[in-house]
């Protein structure tokens, strides 16, 4: 019997599926391009992590390497919450967090809709705007220090000229009801364009068929944005917030070089404090316990967030 | 001219561009303020009224890149012939020049430390990222999630066991050690941002290549990576941006040898407090390679800073 057509068809086809491509294994190849990546990402991050918690429940300390490390249990965790200056702290956070998105989000987002009626120039105007952000914040931070003067710096001199207050009588991290504004302001001059970009691929995503389709029901402008530009953008704000929010969780550099967690403790973030406890006071095991508990609040406030995202996404 | 109505008005357009280039303004008024105090003497940069027409020096220059002792008055008025220029210039502030600061090697550590790691993270990411997109990885999209929450944590976080692991490999202040921490770090946006763009590249030009008897790996390195190579040299320079303005990490495990400039930077001090026109120098000489890849990157910006998130 002659061969049969499927076997003929078989034979004549690209061996693009077949499971033996010359050279290694499609199956190898993939082990031998992810592995080194997992490999890493488990010695420098998860390694590190799982320590970490295993520290958490002990009261090692790193500078007597020789003193026996005794398992403690819960307590650092308890001293952690139970300790007042922790919630003070988690207060500046949260005060940073809020002002910084609100001011952000808001700035950012007018001005991703005003580049986005496309004036001549807008591109090199955007390219200016985006800069603080690629710039090192601790070093920004430092810089800013200079500006804050109240005797020299360019800010109370231009506040000074506008206000007609006198430059050299106030300090923006010199007092304790200016320095969480000090860092406030400074953030947000560096990040805001982060959330104006996030804005821009937003508008640009919008198509243009749906504000045409609003026109010819004579729907006003005003009826337009609130209709179609905001809902449309909100997942974008959404995220924009998102990524915002956990790196100024994590905030440590830019406001260590500018107020350095003060005056008092008014500008101590929680990493400034844990980095005091770890690196100056050198309580290994309890500022482990202090580690897990930013993680796990960062991480299990991300997951209910995204859980939202997803929902305003899905609509 | 197709008609529109979504093309704005002129009046709105110039309403537009004028409330644009206001915040833009403002936005670089610092920026210049950095640039100008590099350029000033250490009398100008702390006058009062600040001070926007100035007469230019490169003291701040000469300060950030020397270490300087005070002369004797009666050494000082001593007439030295050959002097270079930078030595006269100190020398009619009183002083002489007696070293070279730690500066340039901090911007060299940042140098070395910040291609290196931009160097394995791309080399790493490309592989894992090709692999991602191309091949049925066993549990992939835990896998992605787990490398995009690695980025959650707080650098302080794991800065105390990395502290620890770091010394017993005697990796602590080294540049091996600092390279392999921010290639971890790095990595994480590396696999994602060119998983993205390896996702975009239709798969039918591979098969055509595998067709013609290339083996995977040629298919890969002949077909995929050239395609894939504005993006991922856009993603370079964001691990390198990175790499290149940290400052928590480098803070707390260096202390000498392999430190980079942002720790550094803040503390070049003077008599009686900041030098600051050597800060802005220092500043503005470290600023610079950011902006010049910031200007060349702006068509790439979107992409990079949402994370991949906006493609539809």
């Known amino acids: 019997m002659s061969e049969s057509f499927i076997d003929r068809a078989a034979r004549a086809a690209p061996p693009v599926f077949a499971q033996k491509v010359k050279g290694l294994s499609d199956r190898a190849i993939a082990w031998i391009f992810v592995a080194p990546t997992i490999f890493i990402l488990l010695a420098i991050n998860i390694f590190p992590l799982i320590w970490t918690i295993y520290l958490s429940f002990t009261n090692f300390r790193v500078n007597r390497p020789n003193n026996p490390v005794e398992w403690v249990g819960l307590q650092n965790y308890q001293r952690i919450l139970g300790d007042a200056d922790v919630w003070i702290t988690m207060q500046a956070t949260a005060h940073f967090l809020i002002w910084t998105i609100v001011c952000q989000v808001l700035i950012g987002f007018t001005l991703a809709y005003l580049i986005n009626k496309k004036f001549r120039g807008n591109d090199l105007w955007t390219t200016i705007i985006v800069l603080p952000m690629m710039l090192s914040p601790a070093v920004v931070g430092n810089f800013w220090t200079f500006l804050y003067q109240p005797q020299i710096g360019l800010f109370n001199y231009i506040v000074g000229s506008v206000t007609g207050a006198d430059p050299s009588s106030f300090s923006m991290i010199g007092e304790v009801s200016l320095a969480p504004w000090a860092i406030v302001i400074v953030d947000t001059w560096m990040w805001t364009p982060f959330v104006m970009l996030i804005c821009l691929a937003g508008l640009r995503s919008i198509p243009e068929s749906i504000y045409e389709a609003a026109e010819c029901d004579r729907a006003s402008k005003w009826r337009q944005f609130w209709t179609i530009t905001i809902p449309m953008i909100l997942p974008f704000l959404m995220l924009a917030v998102l990524f915002r929010g956990i790196e100024n969780f994590k905030m440590f550099d830019l406001v260590v070089q500018l107020t350095g967690g003060g005056p008092g403790n008014t500008t101590t973030l929680t990493s400034i404090d844990l980095k005091r406890e770890a690196f100056e006071k050198w309580r290994t095991g309890y500022s482990s316990a202090y580690a897990v508990i930013l993680f796990v609040t960062v991480f299990g406030l991300a997951s209910i967030y995204v859980k939202a995202l997803n929902k305003v996404k899905q609509r | ?312």
Request: overall charge neutral; some cysteine; proline content about 6%.
């Open chain 2, 1 to 312: 001219m197709s008609f529109s109505v979504t093309e704005p008005s002129l009046r709105q357009k110039w309403f537009a561009g004028v409330m644009v280039v206001g915040y833009a303004l403002i936005t670089m008024l610092p920026l210049l303020w950095i640039v100008a105090t590099g350029f000033k003497s250490s009398a100008d940069s702390i006058a009062y009224p600040p001070k926007i027409l100035f007469e230019p020096t490169v003291e701040g220059y000469v300060n950030v890149f020397t270490t300087q002792t005070r002369l004797s008055t009666q050494l000082a008025s001593e007439p030295r012939e050959n002097l270079p220029w930078y030595e006269q210039l100190v020398r009619e502030k009183g002083n002489t020049i007696v070293g070279q600061s730690r500066y340039t090697e901090r911007f060299f550590n940042s140098v070395i430390i910040g291609f290196g790691s931009t160097f394995f993270a791309i080399v790493l990411g490309t592989a894992a990222a090709y692999a991602f997109s191309r091949f049925k990885v066993p549990l992939k999209d835990d896998l992605l999630f787990f490398i995009l929450s690695t980025r959650m944590m707080p650098p302080i976080a794991v800065a105390i066991p990395i502290f620890l692991m770091f010394r017993n490999l005697g990796l602590n202040d080294t540049h091996a050690g600092m390279i392999l921490l921010y290639t971890a770090i790095n990595l994480s946006l590396a696999v994602w941002l060119i998983n993205g763009f390896i996702d975009e590249i239709p798969i039918e030009y591979e098969e055509a290549a595998l067709i013609d008897g290339y083996t995977r790996f040629q298919a890969f390195y002949k077909v995929v990576l050239p395609q894939a190579a504005t993006g991922i040299a856009s993603t370079a320079i964001f691990c390198l941006i990175f790499s290149w303005n940290e400052y928590a990490l480098a803070v707390l495990l260096t202390s000498g040898t392999a430190q980079t400039a942002p720790p550094f930077i803040p503390t070049i001090i003077g008599v009686g407090g900041q030098d600051w026109p050597a800060v802005a120098a220092g500043a503005t000489i470290f600023l610079v390679p950011v902006m010049v890849f910031t200007i060349l990157l702006r068509k790439h910006l979107l992409r990079g800073i949402t994370f991949g998130a906006v493609r539809k």
